[in-house]
Nanobody, 122 residues
């Protein structure tokens, strides 16, 4: 059974930082690409960042230079370090596993976590 469990969301002030974690079942994590998406109220879910098994990454233009995606293969966990947070980063953040990675984007699989809320507000 595939499991993806996100954690690390919360309420922070503009300019602050958060680190999201997604612990995955080894069966879906090992050798596969992983990604973070987000969905704000009234908006479609959008790709934030993706990483393939070789640790090559891609990012949405809106987060480049502020967010960093990484993976720990020993822990079957993918992280999203978010710095310089802005109110427009407010959303539910979702982890996706086993999708198709390309240099320009990431095509999600059907494996999603439950989401973690990130709220940026003063």
């Amino acid at each position: 059974q595939v499991q993806l469990v996100e954690s690390g969301g919360g309420l922070v002030q503009p300019g602050g930082s958060l680190r999201l974690s997604c612990a995955a079942s080894r069966s879906i994590f090992s050798g596969n690409a992983m990604a973070w998406f987000r969905q704000a109220p009234g908006r479609e879910r959008e790709l934030v960042a993706a990483i393939n098994s070789g640790r090559t990454t891609n990012y949405a233009d809106s987060v480049k230079g502020r967010f960093t995606i990484s993976r720990d293969n020993a822990k079957s966990t993918v992280y999203l370090q978010m710095n310089g947070l802005k109110p427009e980063d407010t959303a539910v953040y979702y982890c996706n596993a086993g999708g198709i990675y390309s240099t320009a984007t990431y095509y999600p699989s059907t494996y999603w976590g439950q989401g973690t809320q990130v709220t940026i507000s003063s």
